[in-house]
């Protein structure tokens, strides 16, 4: 079974950065498409970002596009998610997912094969 675990979230105050981090392991055959979901308290799962196997695909949600930059270890099934100018709006459960697939179906929707638990980021004002 493969398990994903995020680190890197903690409580910043808006207009700081934090990185947050992702490694899958356990029978991975293939390099993973990996990215990131996030759920604030009673709204539903968002989309953040995903990135193809190689680091060279990248999709982003457009509540983050120009402030979070998603990038990947070559070749490693972990990703990192660098966010930028964080603001209160951005204070979420912040879930990482992945699939042997990278296409619409990220963005689409989030019937992706593996999912972690989720790694909290408070922003505050």
């Known amino acids: 079974q493969v398990q994903l675990v995020e680190s890197g979230g903690g409580t910043v105050q808006a207009g700081a950065s934090l990185r947050l981090s992702c490694e899958a392991s356990?029978?991975?055959?293939?390099?993973?498409?990996m990215g990131w979901f996030r759920q604030a308290p009673g709204k539903e799962r968002e989309f953040v970002s995903a990135t193809d196997w190689s680091g060279s695909k990248t999709y982003y949600g457009d509540s983050v596009k120009g402030r979070f930059t998603i990038s990947r270890e070559t070749y490693r099934n972990v990703v990192y998610l660098q966010m930028d100018s964080l603001m209160p709006e951005d204070t979420a459960t912040y879930i990482c997912?992945?699939?042997?697939?990278?296409?619409?179906?990220?963005?689409?929707?989030?019937?992706?094969?593996?999912w972690g638990k989720g790694t909290l980021v408070t922003v505050s004002s």
């Open positions: 356990g029978p991975t055959f293939a390099t993973l498409a």
């Open positions: 997912a992945a699939d042997r697939h990278f296409g619409n179906h990220w963005t689409e929707s989030d019937d992706l094969e593996y």
